[in-house]
């Protein structure tokens, strides 16, 4: 069987977001509750070997970049040797970690020898006590001693910023100011509602107008960059500055329309679109005894149901209470 993933619309998917857990040790606000979300039991996560045989039999229809999430990956018992296990599928370009940096740092020398591309650290704030109130958990230290080591590693360092109204926008300009010398790219997220708990009110809506007008006051200029096809930041960089920016629209959504993504949670849900409330359960149908042709033929009529966009993916919700970004993947 010969063929690649592409969706209604024409575009192939050639990026899988794969959570390999959805536990995690921080309790980030935006993310889910302060009590932490209901985690699963380990028996419904995905395996290793069944994620493996996943990524393998996409890669065969055209996935040649994957993307780990959580929860926090770096939870999960023997993450690391998961990741040698995929850095074997010789038809994968890129393996990128989304993380939160508390526990990674006695496994940055092993990741510099795998196919590891990048590491997208979560930092929503520069200061201890801040830290502390967003993720109600006292571990800065730990964070901050991983971007000072990550970022003198051979691995692509990005940092996630989540723009929280009247909490953290304070510090734009301060976490641009960091690209001066670092060459790292600073992500700014606008802020989604998958904490679990169904969308809270905010008094002040940052969206991807308001995050760039307020750092364009902080600098005398600001340059946008050429952004890569189905890039999901617009990036742009301060003129001489050693690093860029960028921001990611992914409540306003205008990043759609050249999507090439695709999502597995951990328990093994197909998520079509992070809006979507999940197409097929894949680990369902794996431990039937299926085999790779079946996987094959499976992926290719679900990916036909890949919604436009966002919107559309999210008023066709069963559900209208949005799950926990831990449980989703990042």
């Not at 196919?115 to 997208?120: D, L």
């Not at 952004?227 to 003129?239: G, I, M």
Request: overall charge positive.
């Amino acid at each position: 069987m010969e063929s690649k993933l592409v969706d209604s619309f024409g575009r192939q998917i050639s990026y899988l977001r794969l959570a390999v857990t959805d536990r995690c040790n921080l309790r980030c606000q935006y993310c889910m509750p302060a009590q932490g979300a209901d985690i699963v039991d380990r028996k419904e996560l995905l395996n290793y070997k069944e994620m493996y045989r996943l990524t393998r039999v996409l890669s065969e229809l055209g996935v040649n970049k994957v993307r780990l999430t959580g929860g926090e990956p770096f939870v999960r018992r023997d993450f690391i040797k998961f990741l040698e296990m995929l850095d074997f599928n010789d038809l994968l370009d890129e393996i990128n970690i989304t993380t939160n940096g508390a526990l990674i740092c006695q496994h940055i020398k092993s990741i510099e020898k795998l196919k590891v591309k990048s590491i997208n650290l979560s930092l929503d704030t520069l200061r201890r006590d801040r830290f502390a109130q967003i993720t109600r958990r006292d571990v800065f230290n730990e964070v901050y001693k991983t971007f000072e080591l990550l970022e003198d590693s051979s691995l692509n360092l990005k940092l996630n910023f989540v723009v929280q109204s009247g909490i953290n926008t304070d510090e734009l300009v301060d976490f641009v100011s960091l690209t001066q010398h670092k060459n790292i790219s600073v992500r700014f997220i606008e802020e989604m509602p998958f904490n679990g708990v169904g969308q809270k009110r905010i008094n002040e809506v940052w969206d991807y107008e308001k995050i760039l007008k307020n750092i364009e006051r902080g600098f005398d200029s600001v340059e946008k960059l050429v952004d890569k096809k189905s890039s999901t930041s617009r990036n742009f960089r301060v003129p001489n500055f050693k690093g860029t920016f960028g921001i990611i629209p992914a409540f306003t959504r205008t990043i759609c329309g050249d999507c090439n993504r695709i999502r597995i949670t951990a328990t093994g849900m197909f998520k079509n679109c992070l809006f979507d409330d999940g197409v097929f359960n894949v680990r369902d149908f794996l431990r039937k005894g299926v085999s790779d042709d079946d996987l094959k033929e499976l992926f290719l009529s679900i990916i036909t149901k890949k919604p436009k966009n966002g919107f559309e993916a999210e008023k066709n919700r069963a559900s209208k209470v949005n799950e926990s970004m831990s449980s989703i993947g990042g």
